[in-house]
């Protein structure tokens, strides 16, 4: 199964996304801040991270370094979802070497072309 590692700190949006791609086969797990989420990304060595660059105790782009800095996460594709102006995200994700990103509020049908767009070389390897 895929794992996909949402790192956002409102439990609330982390329902709503998990309520669209479990029912596609993915298996979603759940980190409310950067620390926890940097530590369950080297438990669950996810296929890919959705990331909220505003979260309480680090910001996406230094949590994003230290995910990019692990060898064995450098593969999995990083998707920022943020309520930031897009033009921020944009220079986020290309200063952070992001995969991309999505403004809150997106749309759900969004966020599923743009997962499976990424995960699509893996799904061919399994």
Known sequence: MTKILYIEDYEDNFTFVKRFLVPRGYELFWAKNAESGLEMAFQTKPDLILLDLGLPDADGQTLSTWLRGEPSL?????????????????????????????????KINELIQLIDKLLEPKRHED
């Open 74 to 106: 450098q593969s999995a594709p990083i998707i920022a979802l943020t309520a930031w102006p897009a033009e921020v995200a944009r220079h986020t994700v290309d200063a952070y070497g992001l995969d991309g990103f999505l403004c809150k509020p997106f």
